[in-house]
Each structure stands twice: as C-alpha cells, then as structure tokens.
C-alpha cells in the first residue's frame, strides 16, 4: 500500500518560513521524481516544485529563490523549504510521486500565511 504523509503546515507570518516534509512508503522511492503542488480555494492545483530521481530540480516561477525541495532516498523522505513566504502561498500542499503511469499524492497539509 502506497502512502505519501505531509507534515509541516501551519499558520506563519508573511516573510515567514515553513519546511513540508513527505514521508513515502510503499513504493522505492529512490526511482521515484517528487513533486509538491498546492492548491488554493477556488484555484487548480499546480506545480510548485519537481524533483527527478537524479536530483535536478524544477520550479514555478512564484517559487524561484523563495522555495528549495530537496529529498533524502535513505529516508524514504522529500522536503519543500520555504521562505519569504506570502499571503498568496497560502493553499493546501500536496506531495506527489510518480514514475512513468503510476502517480500518488498525499493527503495535502494546510499552509496559512497571515498577520
């Protein structure tokens, strides 16, 4: 059985920072691109940043030089550190996997960016 956990969400301030964590089981995840996607209220969902099983990395451009991902094959584990964060980056993040047909996500962890 295939799960994708997040954690990390919460509520911050703006400029604050957050680190969502995906713990994955189930799959080997080492072969695996991660992706995190968010959506907002009333928005799709999109991509904010891709990971490949070989490290190289891809962003949207709202997450340029504000987001890193990041991932650990020894923890089963893909990260998203984010900073300068903005009212507007508030959503619900979802952790992705997939490899060739096969996509997961997880549940989606609530970030909430307000004063």
């Known amino acids: 059985q295939v799960q994708l956990v997040e954690s990390g969400g919460g509520l911050v301030q703006p400029g604050g920072s957050l680190r969502l964590s995906c713990a994955a089981s189930?799959?080997?995840?080492?072969?695996?691109?991660m992706g995190w996607y968010r959506q907002a209220p009333g928005k799709q969902r999109e991509l904010v940043a891709g990971?490949?099983?070989?490290?190289?990395?891809n962003y949207a451009d709202s997450a340029k030089g504000r987001f890193a991902v990041s991932r650990d094959n020894a923890k089963n584990t893909v990260y998203l550190q984010m900073n300068s964060l903005k009212p507007e980056d508030t959503a619900v993040y979802y952790c992705?996997?997939?490899?060739?047909?096969?996509?997961?996500w997880g549940q989606g962890t609530q970030v909430t960016v307000s004063s």
């Open positions: 992705n996997a997939e490899l060739g047909l096969n996509r997961y």
């Open positions: 189930g799959i080997s995840f080492s072969i695996y691109a």
């Open positions: 990971i490949t099983r070989g490290g190289s990395t």
